[in-house]
């Protein structure tokens, strides 16, 4: 369980995070929803271990202790080196993280990333797919993914779900998703959260949230901002 | 999945689809259902949820969970004909409602009825 209190974030003057709080069962999947500039990446960072929050606390229970090492974040930006091949990102990411071979080996096939290409020849999607496979391929307790599938293709992204909510699944992990994709991802998501200029406008179970507002979690954010 | 309906929990869906699928005849009693994780791969919902609609078929006695085998269509007959019965009821209760609430009397709406079923023979 990952229990998140009062979280809140400030550069500077800018309050990007305001008093956020929600709780992330063990082996559930959390869509954190929102328009740019709502604080999803920074929430995502500050879970990362790579920014401190200004205010509040993230705690963890069952036996997972905060560290980097149990933590596989996957970036919203292109991040690796342009003459990397796939096993020279593995063998880069193992130096630092426990890493499960198998398991990337089985992602870039189930993703049809080309293994003979540099990582600056391939095209978006799958330099996307390749950073998500290395993404998968980490042995972590909590998988982050700050929008992976922008810019992307519709049927690229029926795939990278597939793959990372569904067929790299690791029971006993927790999954958090940022993206714009709703509509899309929304029956993937134990819980919901959804952050509007930094603060929560909702959240809780999804289907709760669904029945709640009487229609899709897409519908329920249109109702609930207007409120 | 692509296709649910936004007005009625997701797990429910799952099991109306492989109860549908049952009544249909397109899974035979005894056959082998999707695992939980093949289910959720092909439409593309969270496993989670696919486990929690299989526990309510598997409460019902709809579908025999085998350990380390796979879920199956239970071989009771009879409970999958009570199961499909029930279905229609739901529907035609929803369906009764619907025109109870454009105002139509009970003679009306059988009248109705019996005539969209003459228009669709």
């Excluded at chain 1, 999607?125 to 519709?154: H, K, V, W, Y």
């Excluded at chain 1, 999954?175 to 952050?195: C, N, P, S, W």
């Excluded at chain 2, 139509?104 to 969209?116: A, D, E, P, V």
Aim: with cysteine; proline share 3%.
């Amino acid at each position: 369980m990952i229990q998140v209190n009062q979280l809140g974030k400030k550069y500077g003057q800018t309050t990007v995070l305001q008093d956020v709080s929600f709780q992330l069962p063990q082996g559930q999947f959390l869509g954190l929803l929102g328009v740019n500039g709502a604080g999803k990446s920074t929430l995502i960072k500050i879970l990362a271990g790579l920014t401190p929050p200004s205010q509040g606390s993230v705690g963890w229970a069952n036996k997972i202790r905060f560290d980097k090492a149990a933590v596989s974040y996957m970036p919203e930006m292109d991040h690796f080196y342009t003459h990397w091949l796939a096993k020279d990102a593995f063998s880069f990411h193992a130096d630092f993280f426990a890493m499960n071979k198998q398991r990337f080996l089985d992602a870039l096939d189930f993703l049809n990333v080309p293994l003979h290409k540099q990582f600056s020849q391939l095209s978006k999607g799958n330099r996307t797919r390749m950073r998500l496979a290395i993404a998968l391929a980490r042995e972590a307790q909590l998988f982050l993914f700050d929008e992976p599938l922008s810019g992307i293709d519709p049927f690229a992204r029926q795939e990278i779900l597939r793959a990372l909510a569904v067929e790299f699944r690791c029971e006993d992990a927790s999954y958090i998703l940022a993206t714009h994709q709703i509509l899309e991802a929304e029956a993937l998501f134990d819980r919901v959260l959804v952050l509007k200029s930094g603060k929560t406008l909702l959240e809780g179970q999804a289907e709760t949230i669904r029945l709640q507002w009487g229609n899709s979690i897409l519908e329920a954010i249109r109702s609930a901002a207007k409120e | 999945m692509t296709d649910f309906d936004t007005n009625k929990p997701i797990y429910q869906q799952i099991a109306e689809d492989i109860l549908k699928k049952a009544v249909r005849g397109e899974i035979l009693p005894g056959d082998r259902i999707p695992s939980a994780r093949e289910y959720a791969s092909q439409k593309l919902v969270n496993p989670n949820t696919v486990v929690r609609a299989f526990q309510d078929l598997e409460r019902e006695g709809l579908v025999v969970v085998k350990r380390g085998l796979g879920n199956y269509l239970t071989t009771d007959t009879t409970r999958l004909e009570d199961a499909r019965f029930q279905l229609a009821q739901k529907t035609l209760i929803q369906c009764a409602k619907d025109l109870r609430e454009l105002g139509y009397t009970t003679k009306q709406i059988q009248q109705l009825l019996s005539q969209q079923l003459e228009v669709m023979k």
